[in-house]
Structures are given as C-alpha cells and as structure tokens.
C-alpha cells in the first residue's frame, strides 16, 4: 500500500466523518432553533396580553407578605478560605429575618468547622451540622445529613420550617431573594431563582464563558421550558422547596430526600418532583422600586451569583461531573418517564453525550481538510484528489444551513448576556464560545 492509497483511505473516511458531523450539528442547530422560536413566541404573547394587565412587583409588596420560617441548606467540604465571608454577606445582605442557616461539614474538615464556628459565635440563626462519616462524599449524602441535622433543630426549638432552600459555599445571594421564596412556596413546591456567574476579569475567558452559558440558559432557556413542561431541573443553588416536597419524596424513598447513586442529585430531584404531582416555577423575577439596591450588573434582577472555575483543569473536571451525572447517571436512575415534552428535555439534556464527541470528529475534519489544502498549495503538480465537499451538493447546503445556524447561535446567546451584562460582555461573548467549546 502506497502513500496515495493511504490518502484514499483517509478521505472516505473524512468525507465520512463530515457528513455524521453536518448532520449531527444540523439536528442540534434546529433543536436549538426551535427553542429560540418558542422564546420568542412566549416574549409576544406575554408583551401582547400579560405585561399590559400585570402590576409591576415592587419591593413593598414583597415585604408585606408575612415571614415564613426558612432553612438554608449549604454543604461544605474543604471551603475554609470561602465560607466565612459567603456566610457573612448572606446574613449582612439578605433583607430577610425568619431564617437559620445549616452548614453541613465533615469531621476531618477542622479548617472548614472553625470558620463556620466563628460565624456561629458571632449570628444565633448559623448552625453547624457535622456528618457521622468523614469527607469527601457526594453533595447528596451531605444535604441529607443536613435534613436530619434541620429535624432535630426543630424538635429541640419548637420552628418549624416551611420552606428549604439550597445555597453553595462561593454563592452572593440578592437581598430579595428569600422574599420571593417567601411570595410563591408554598403556591408552588419548587421555585428556582436564575443563577448567573460574578464577573471575572475580561480576559479570563475559561471563567466569562460561564458568563454566556448560564445567561442564555436562565434567562431564556429554562423560561422555554417551564412553559413547554411544566417542570425544571434544580440547579442546586438559588431553589427552594415546600416542606411538603420534602415529606412527599422522603415518604416515597425511605426517609431519603436526595439519591447518593448521582453527581447531579439536584438535576434528578426537579424530574422526580413532576414525577410526584409537585409544582414548580422558574421565578424570574425583575422587582421595581428597591430601596438597597444591588451594586451587581442588572440590579433588579433577583437571583444567586457565583463564581465558576477559572483554570481549564477545572472547569473541565467540573463539566465532566455535569455531563457525567446528567447524561449516563440520570438516564440509568430516571429512564425515560412518560410524556412527549419530558422526554424531549431528556433528550435534548442527554444530546451532550453526542454533540461533545461531534465536536472532536468536528476538529479532525477541519485538519483533515487543511491537510489537503495544504499538499495541493504546495505540491501543485501531485495527484489532485476530488474535494471532500462540492457546491450544489445535499451537503454543501447542509453546511451552509449550519452555517446560518451558527450565526443565529451566536447571535442569542450575545442577546442573553446583553439582556443581563451589557454590551461589553455580549461582545466578549464570541470568542468566548470558541474558547469554551
């Protein structure tokens, strides 16, 4: 077998290859299409014949509504160097008085329990809850601790909490956030606030590409879906549930609210609440007339902030937990539940498994189609083989649909950090989609 020979066999397999990678992004730039379509519908309708009637929510009306006791969930393994001040500004900031904070630490985390205890001393509603097991363990077995930790808390002191809430140890909560989980729990048994990242440096692009995923997927994705299912997967931070999800689901699985078999326990509990007839809302909630503002982008807007990994190392162990648990854990322990809506966001959750190995075959098309161009440049006079890809073909106009596919993808999701960050950051919001992927 000859050089010739070789390069054969390797264009069949790159025209191959390109043609499962053209189809592959044409399918997910429509599914991703579709969404942008549904948003939009939404965006009239509410405009036309909601907007019109609805009374703007104002900090007054918030405050009005009478203080339910809250529980505030944070599970902390090795956060000594964050927890401390996190804990500090959340009791500083929140505008907000019938709430206890639960931190869940481990026993051979000493670093971690002191910092916690110094809040302890100095705040009578921040309580310590320490496992029976040393760390680390999943999220889960933590929170879980912590419920029995909040139990016992309420059969010593006589508060019965209505309402638990899920924070991290890296969150900035808005000072009205807790008044909006007091406004909708328990009308509805979840509600989840939009979690957005604090904004880095401008040239930290590992740590601003979460600026862009997380604006495009709670300000306008999670919106398209409440609507289309009428259920949403927590995020694990910013959401709050009704004292009876928790009785429903720990009735349901032997007194054990979150599963220990996932990474992503949270993603699982928002299917397993529509599986149960519990109800849920995306609450994106934009309050007019406050009196303390927020000094974060977008004030009005009630949600949690938080920092995100800013190394590559990181951040890629942190996706590979979430495309992990998401994907290959959640379709073993959640199957495909009933209803043509839910399994679509099944889908369209579990397509990550796909599109993240497209992306790699997508970069070895494009060498090998460089590495053609470039023995034709400079080696003129050789055997031309025919090109991979020829105008008017079926292909060429799948690529050039994907293409404008593209453009659109770019084109929302610089929207979305518009709405939320501004122009500027729209702007860096384009490299930082070839830098993330």
Wanted: hydrophobic fraction near 45%.
């Amino acid at each position: 077998m000859d050089a010739s020979d070789v390069l054969a066999i390797a264009m069949v397999f790159a025209m191959v290859l390109l043609i499962f990678v053209s189809v592959a992004f044409l399918l997910s730039g429509l599914d991703d299409l579709f969404f942008d379509i549904c948003y939009f519908c939404r965006w009239v309708y509410r405009r036309l014949f909601v907007e019109r009637k609805r009374v703007p929510l104002t900090e007054d009306a918030l405050l009005a509504r009478p203080q339910q006791p809250i529980a505030v969930m944070v599970p902390a393994w090795d956060e000594s160097a964050v927890i401390r001040p996190m804990l500090t500004n959340m009791v500083r900031s929140l505008n907000y008085d019938a709430y206890h904070v639960f931190v869940g630490t481990y026993p051979n985390d000493p670093a971690t329990h002191r910092e916690v205890d110094a809040v302890c001393a100095l705040y009578p509603n921040v309580h310590r809850i320490v496992t029976p097991h040393d760390g680390p363990t999943n999220k889960a077995d933590c929170l879980n601790w912590i419920l029995q930790g909040i139990r016992r808390y309420e059969r010593e002191s006589g508060i019965r909490f209505e309402i638990f809430v899920m924070q991290d140890c890296e969150d900035v909560i808005h000072p009205l956030c807790y008044r909006v989980f007091n406004l909708l729990v328990p009308r509805f048994d979840m509600v989840q606030v939009p979690v957005l990242a604090l904004l880095p440096k401008w040239y930290q692009f590992t740590a601003g590409h979460y600026i862009d995923e997380f604006a495009q997927l709670h300000y306008k994705d999670l919106a398209v879906r409440e609507r289309l299912n009428r259920s949403l997967p927590a995020a694990g931070v910013g959401c709050a549930f009704s004292r009876r999800a928790f009785d429903i689901i720990a009735e349901r699985n032997n007194n054990i609210v979150f599963s220990v078999d996932s990474l992503t326990e949270d993603y699982e509990f928002g299917f397993r609440m529509k599986q149960y007839g519990l109800t849920q809302i995306f609450a994106q909630v934009w309050v007019q007339g406050q009196r303390h503002r927020s000094p974060l982008p977008s004030p009005n807007l009630v949600c949690v902030r938080e920092f995100f990994p800013a190394t590559p190392r990181a951040a890629v162990r942190q996706k590979s937990r979430w495309v992990l648990g998401i994907t290959l854990q959640g379709w073993e322990n959640l199957g495909w539940m009933r209803g043509f809506w839910t399994r679509y966001m099944l889908v369209r959750d579990r397509k990550g498994l796909l599109t993240n190995l497209v992306n790699v075959l997508a970069y070895l098309v494009v060498f090998a189609v460089t590495g053609m161009w470039l023995a034709n440049h400079f080696y003129p006079d050789s055997y031309r083989y025919p090109p991979l890809l020829e105008k008017g073909t079926w292909l060429w106009y799948v690529i050039l649909a994907n293409g404008v596919l593209l453009v659109h993808r770019v084109s929302m999701r610089a929207y979305c950090v518009y709405r939320i960050y501004g122009w500027q950051q729209a702007l860096l919001s384009i490299p930082r989609m070839v830098w993330g992927n």
